[in-house]
């Protein structure tokens, strides 16, 4: 016999009703779903929250592509069309920017979150807010110096449209920091 809490267990009963099962046959179908998420190493907040970000990339337009591919390519184009990359991923920040300012009441956290998406391969960041002062820092071993030139300008774009301004920007193969404020 299982015990829950009263919300809990009517909240099963109108889960049953929704999908036309029984309760017994919806609480052994949580249950089994719950023991398979474990038994692959993982928990049930751990699978939702990823689950949301797959969800989350998808309405932000997000694809997923081989990482070394995607580097190699836009390092690639960069060498044979500068300008016109950089006016890409410039337009392309520009619009993330209203974006997020469109779809959220803190557009700086929808960012943030996005920022999580883009460091599904590897990479590492950090936002860091405080008052008027912004820092950001984008780093992974992988990256190429042509993306790394490319994604400071989208990242630079985005948050000039949320209200910062460049003081200071460093680029180095790998590493992207900078110094915005408002």
Aim: proline share 1%.
């Amino acid at each position: 016999m299982l015990a829950a809490r009263e919300d809990i267990a009517n909240r099963v009963v109108e889960l049953a009703k929704r999908k036309d099962m029984t309760v017994y046959q919806t609480v052994n179908d949580i249950l089994l779903q719950a023991l398979r998420v474990e038994e692959a190493g993982m928990n049930l907040r751990q699978v939702v929250d990823e689950r949301w970000m797959l969800e989350r990339a998808q309405e932000t337009g997000f694809t997923f592509t081989i990482e070394q591919l995607l580097y190699r390519v836009v390092d690639r184009a960069y060498e044979l069309d500068p300008g016109g990359l950089e006016e890409v991923f410039r337009s392309m920040g520009h619009w993330y920017g209203k974006y997020f300012k469109a779809k959220s009441e803190t557009p700086l956290k929808a960012f943030e979150e996005a920022l999580q998406l883009f460091t599904l391969g590897g990479c590492d960041y950090t936002l860091e807010v405080s008052r008027d002062e912004l820092s950001f820092s984008y780093l992974g071993e992988k990256l190429t110096q042509g993306y790394v030139e490319l994604f400071s300008l989208f990242v630079e774009e985005l948050l000039s449209e949320l209200g910062y301004r460049l003081k200071a920007k460093d680029i180095n193969r790998g590493i992207i920091k900078m110094e915005l404020s408002r």
